[in-house]
């Protein structure tokens, strides 16, 4: 066991009670930002005159050193230490004396893991945003090719009218966008640098915490010292952040699953992101997509565990927040996983056009259609909702669609009927004369596209 602290004990630690207090084996994740929040740390000490050029050369040499043996696999990150920060400070003791104790001061590790946990977690909002850029793309290279393809849009899981694929597909970048936006607003929000709080009253030295952060590519320091060490309200917005990605592609998931079952055979997942079983030979599982909505309730899991361990901290530091780490981590590579196949899956994903086509044109989705035609030649809406409700069910007894009634079945419950009905029915009809702003019709469709992509190059 190597330690920081010693000196006030009298008798070792129980080996239980170092192995429960240890969190080396998952903050051994943090080391680069480790060392590099200690070579910000160490440049600011120097400027300010608390460590000479010398002590601050050998100090940076030293990290340096260490940071290029961990990252060749040289050096190996062993539960021998306490925690990351042990790790380092013990090895670059080891490697320059007395000069790398001069490391810590100045610093607490309250500050020092806020610190680490911030520079690690502004990479991955980053990544977690460019993830899902890669994603919109495949939505857009979607919608682009699909303006045309029509298929029934549903409310209750029952047709309800028709719609293009484009535009289901618009509905879910519209979803990811957002997603995205968050992720911004979370950058933007956490990035101050909580090093300089000390343990929780900052300290006696005069320290430069402007200089520090804007080393560290921060927008300045975290005005309290005491918020510094203990706000964690970022992971919090974060992991809610995650949540709602999940929430989106656990939904999109579940459509993918239904199109892909034999009822609907509206796609076909390509070989590469199926599963076969061990019994049934005809099977091909749709596992991927089933794992991300299985996943969701993971990192949901994490989001209600980190409010719930914060919810009754004191201020400032106490140790529970040591179980922010293993969490969030879990969370942001589920996460990672998740877009990541998930964009592979959509990417390789086949469109059933026919199969689409054919289910709109079956379920009367173009029955609010017919009631507008009564509309535009002058019934009022409700008595062309009667109307056409008692058609819907003529044709239900008869087992026909409603482009299939001849005139003189249509004449027979409103002689408002023409025969120009059919075009007003027929499925192209129902998509393109849709063009409010938003809605699936061909031209409006175009207009959203060039947003969606005027957004992507920006
Ligand atoms: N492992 C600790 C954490 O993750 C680091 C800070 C420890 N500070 C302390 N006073 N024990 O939160």
Redesign the pocket.
Known sequence: MAQLWGGRFTKETDQLVYQFNA?ISF?KRLYRQDMEGSMAHVRMLKKQGILTGEEEEQILKGLKGILADVESGALKITDRYE?I?SFVEANLIERIGDAGKKLHTGRS??DQ?ALDMRLYIREEVLETDDLLKGLLNVLLRIMEEHTETIMPGFTHLQKAQPITLAHHMGAYFEMFKRDRLRLKDIHERMNYCPLGGGALAGTTYPLDREYTASLLGFYGPVPNSMDAVSDRDYLIEYLSALSTIMMHLSRFSEEIILWNSNEYQFVEIDDGYSTGSSIMPQKKNPDIAELVRGKTGRVYGALMSLLTTLKGIPLA?N?D??ED?ELVFDAIDTVKGCVTLFTGMLDTLSFCKERMRDSARHGFTNATDAADYLVNHGVPFRDAHGIVGRLVLYCIEQKKALDDLTLEEYRAISPVFEKDIYEAIALETCVNKRLTAGAPGKASMEQAIRSCREYLEA
Do not use: E
Request: zero cysteines; hydrophobic letters at 15%; glycine letters at 0%.
């Open positions: 969190s903050d925690d920060h590790r309250n893991v530091y140790k927040m040591q780490k």
